[in-house]
């Protein structure tokens, strides 16, 4: 396994109390395969990758136990050393917002070669013949003479296809992508996934997207993680979960969304609102909202239950779950 | 209304409100069937400027150019496009934020761009707008009940003094908030509600038309559906017009009766849901259908996809001709002397399929590009990949060529339109 979350805990000390962010996510990754993690807003899907990367703001974050390992080396036991350099070559992040992520006074061939002059020992002129190449290979049309520009020169499609090309400058092993298609349109989008997906297969490299968006996960992905309050609720492979969720709450997503290819009549809303961190709903973190939710479901905290040898289940009616279509 | 009126009945009550208020607000006689909302030519240029003292105009940033659609009573008309195209300037000029720089917007068949004074009040009381964010829409310093009845401060007539306390917490109710949460302030609630608040907000003066520009684009998946559900049960309840305008195509679909496709500034498109997903004709449309991600894993090696070469122009650059022709792979020499009109294509004109609908292509064709549940066990052989107007985009993995057929579409744009047109 080329990277392996075992039961992952971080907090936030706030002003308010201690958010439970992080409550126990486990979830693996291979080389060459893409595990989507999917999620609302506020369930932890980008603290555990910045918890991975260790760009994690601490304090007011905090890892409260766990385990992340790294082709089989635990990265909270590393040095912060060895930690940066397994950050900058042999895993990388791509964010939503790339513009924010650019640095906007440096041009984006001056950021590209950077990485080879400090990895690797390059000289400038070296690199920027780097970063020529990789602008090409990520299609940013008349790279050579567009090298010396600055990030706001570049369309918003453009600047991910660049924030991508410094993700793989080195060639890591592992990349985090969290969203990095939302702010783009629809044909944008297309594009940047299409060759998301190209160059991760060339380079046989893990990828762990996170997204909400069930149709970029239907499309690209090989598992899926389903997170909630903070805690993987299921695992699976694509056209499994797809086909028969196990938990109610990934049941509930799915069916809450408008399709593309039929008028439908009301939506399936998933009733209530999403869980306030500072007060976790004991037992299943999901019980308020639930509609299959039984006694048990307040008091105890279903385990993540083996479906069969690659699901997983977080919820004491998983068995009824898939039955119940 | 009382206490005990919750939910449906909440609403059922409003309607009568409703009417009687409608009733006041309509002067003149106007057809049943007509539409409401007649809008042709509408335009909206920004002028660029350069210098400081002496302010020279040195072109312009024509968001919204040319729009022509209409708007039936008890409707709702989507609006799709990508960002920039010009959706929300459109909206803005519907509800007078914006002052359009031509065309007409007929309300009941009378033109209120030259309205103005009382007779503009009365027709801005019926068009109603709900707002994309809901976290920056909302003032944080107004409790909720103000936030709501703050409207009535401009229209009064619609609610004198004493009864606006009773309309804001029935509004609330309509919504599906609890009217008991008038007094506290918009941190205190959710994205979804704060939604509400904001449609309810819409709601308050009575209006006929609505006009919500991405109410759901800033909400979660659940969250989103449980608006989408709102808006879709005032809409029958209060015989509401909806102009809703995303860039989901999904949402888009399950919610309209027509949709309109925009493109730099125009409406290239427009037809019923049916027409326009199972039928499109125009290049643009199919390519934007077939890049939504469908959240069914079987459809993956099925689908063929149309991956778009470049960016879209920039509004203060807009090629001649077809303004699409910078990315349309179909392009010819055609395409860049004349201007597609939006019409019936000639080739559908005598057909009676559902590809008989506005389409403003010279070359307007139908193309399958919505994986179908029945379909996708046989995906359509008539126009495949083999076609060979389909080479310069693959199905699953770009071609290396990089840039668009023309690669500088801003640039050779003036040459092009000297020659051909002059
Ligand atoms: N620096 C921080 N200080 C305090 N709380 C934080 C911080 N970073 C994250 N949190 C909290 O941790 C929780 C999980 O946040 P996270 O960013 O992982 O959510 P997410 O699943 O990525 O959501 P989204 O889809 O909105 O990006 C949130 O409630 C958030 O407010
Ligand atoms: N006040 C203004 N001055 C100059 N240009 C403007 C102004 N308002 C909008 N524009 C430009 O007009 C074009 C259309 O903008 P508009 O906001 O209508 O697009 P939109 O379709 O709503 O996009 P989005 O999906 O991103 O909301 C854009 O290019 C925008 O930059
Ligand atoms: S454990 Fe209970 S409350 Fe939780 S998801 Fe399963 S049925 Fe619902
Ligand atoms: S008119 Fe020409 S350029 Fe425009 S969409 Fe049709 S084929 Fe493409
Ligand atoms: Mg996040
Ligand atoms: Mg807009």
């Known amino acids: ?325 | 209304m009382n206490a005990e009126d919750t939910g449906r009945e909440g609403v059922a009550g409003g309607s009568t409100l409703l009417s009687e208020a409608r009733e006041a607000g309509r002067e003149r006689p106007y057809a049943e069937g007509d539409p409401i909302l007649e809008v042709r030519g509408l335009v909206k240029h920004y002028p660029l400027t350069r210098g400081i003292l002496f302010k020279k105009q040195i072109g312009a940033v024509k968001a919204v150019d040319g729009v022509d659609f209409d708007l039936a009573a008890g409707e709702t008309l989507g609006i799709v496009g990508e960002s920039g195209c010009g959706k929300s300037t459109v909206a803005k000029m519907l509800v007078h934020l914006e002052p359009p720089t031509g065309g007409v917007i007929r309300y009941r068949g009378e033109d209120v761009t030259k309205l103005s004074g009382r007779a503009l009040r009365a027709v801005r009381r019926n068009i109603q707008m709900v707002f994309q964010d809901p976290y920056t829409s909302l003032n944080p310093r107004m409790t909720v009940g103000d936030i709501i009845g703050e409207p009535y401060e401009i229209h009064p007539e619609v609610a004198p003094k004493g009864s606006r306390r009773q309309k804001v917490q029935d509004l609330l109710d309509v919504v599906g908030l609890n009217p008991e949460y008038i007094n506290r302030y918009p941190h205190q609630f959710s994205g979804g509600q704060r939604q509400r608040i904001g449609i309810a907000r819409g709601l308050a003066l009575n209006p006929e038309i609505i006009v919500a520009d991405e109410p759901v684009s800033a909400l979660d998946v659940s969250v989103q559906a449980q608006v989408v559900n709102l808006l879709d049960r005032l809409q029958a309840e209060f015989d509401l017009s909806f102009l809703f305008i995303a860039h989901d195509l999904s949402i888009v679909r399950h919610i309209s009766d027509r949709v309109g496709v925009m493109y730099l500034g125009r409406i290239v498109e427009i037809g019923t849901d049916e027409e326009i997903y199972d039928h499109p004709t125009h290049p643009y449309t199919q390519a934007l259908l077939s890049a939504v991600p469908v959240p069914d894993p079987t459809a993956r090696e099925h689908r063929e996809r149309i991956i778009l070469h470049g960016d879209v122009p920039s509004p203060a650059n807009i090629p001649s001709g077809c303004r699409f022709r910078t990315r349309c792979w179909k392009a010819q020499e055609r395409c860049r002397l004349e201007v597609p009109l939006l019409a019936v294509p000639a080739v559908f004109r005598d057909s009676e399929t559902p590809a008989r609908h506005d389409s403003a292509c010279h070359f307007a064709e139908e193309k399958q590009v919505v994986p179908h549940e029945g379909l996708r066990e046989t995906p359509a052989e008539d126009e495949g990949p083999s076609s060979p107007s389909s080479s310069p985009f693959s199905s699953s993995s770009p071609s290396d060529e990089g840039p668009p057929p023309s690669p500088s579409p801003g640039r050779d744009d003036r040459s092009a339109e000297g020659p051909g047109l002059g």
Request: hydrophobic share 40%; net charge neutral.
């Open chain 1, 1 to 325: 396994m080329l990277l392996e979350v075992r039961d992952l805990h971080v907090e936030f000390h706030t002003r308010d109390g201690v958010a439970k962010a992080v409550n126990g996510v486990n979830y693996s990754v291979a080389e060459g395969e893409t595990l989507a993690v999917l999620g609302e807003s506020g369930s932890g899907k980008s603290v555990t990758a910045q918890a991975i990367m260790g760009i994690l703001d601490m304090p007011p974050g905090k890892i409260r136990g766990g385990e992340i390992f790294f082709r089989d080396r635990d990265l909270l036991k590393l040095k912060p050393e060895e930690r940066r350099r397994i950050r900058g070559q042999e895993m990388a992040m791509i964010f939503q917002d790339a513009l924010s992520s650019l640095n906007p006074v440096l041009s984006v061939g001056q950021q590209l070669g950077e990485m080879f002059v400090v990895h690797r020992g390059m000289s400038r002129g070296d690199a920027k013949v780097k970063a020529i190449e990789l602008m090409d290979r990520v299609r940013i049309p008349a790279a050579r003479q567009r090298v010396g520009d600055f990030p706001h020169q570049f369309s918003g499609g453009m600047r991910q296809r660049i924030m991508i090309a410094m993700a793989m400058a080195l060639e890591p092993s592992l990349i985090i992508a969290d969203e990095p298609t939302t702010a783009l349109d629809v044909t944008v989008q297309a594009q940047v996934m299409d060759l998301l997906a190209e160059l991760q297969r060339e380079l046989n490299m893990g990828l762990i997207l996170i997204t909400h968006d069930l149709g970029v996960v239907a499309d690209v992905a090989d598992r899926i993680a389903v997170m909630y309050a903070g805690r993987i609720v299921e695992t699976s492979p694509v056209h499994e979960i797809y086909k028969a969720p196990a938990h109610p709450y990934t049941k509930g997503l799915l069916r809450s969304i408008p399709r593309l290819d039929q008028k439908g009549q009301e939506l399936y809303a998933v009733k209530g609102l999403p869980p306030n961190l500072l007060h976790i709903p004991p037992g299943c973190a999901f019980h308020p909202r639930c509609p299959m939710a039984q006694a048990v479901c307040r008091t105890d905290v279903p385990p993540l239950y083996t479906v069969d040898e690659e699901r997983r289940s977080a919820c004491h009616f998983w068995k009824e779950t898939l039955d119940e279509r």
